[in-house]
């Protein structure tokens, strides 16, 4: 949860900004629950952030699935790196 907290501070000391927060998975199971575990994945993260006291309008989720891997998944440690979120910045406000 550190990394939460850190992003709610940022999100917070940038009031204009806009995000998108993408879920990621590894190859193994089906399309159908890689794409569901993206998006509990993703969900998770914008609940937390609301906890943190970001509003949930400057926020949006998107769960990709296996569909962008950054490494390989024939061996454990891609795996491990394509379980993931990423948080992207969408659009800025007042700023």
């Known amino acids: 949860m550190v990394e939460i907290h850190r992003v709610a501070d940022w999100l917070q000391a940038n009031p204009g900004l806009?995000?998108?927060?993408?879920?990621?998975?590894?190859?193994?199971?089906?399309?159908?629950?890689?794409?569901?575990?993206?998006?509990?994945?993703?969900s998770a993260v914008v609940d937390?952030?609301?906890?943190e006291g970001i509003a949930a309008q400057r926020m949006?989720?998107?769960?990709?699935?296996?569909?962008?891997?950054?490494?390989?998944?024939a061996n454990e440690e891609g795996q491990a790196l394509n379980r993931r979120t990423e948080i992207e910045i969408l659009s800025t406000t007042g700023q």
Do not use: F
Not at 60 to 73: C, E, F, L
């Open 48 to 51: 937390a952030l609301v906890r």
């Open 18 to 42: 806009r995000i998108e927060v993408a879920g990621h998975t590894d190859n193994q199971g089906s399309a159908a629950y890689n794409q569901g575990l993206s998006e509990r994945r993703c």
């Open 60 to 73: 949006q989720s998107k769960g990709y699935g296996a569909s962008r891997p950054v490494a390989s998944n």
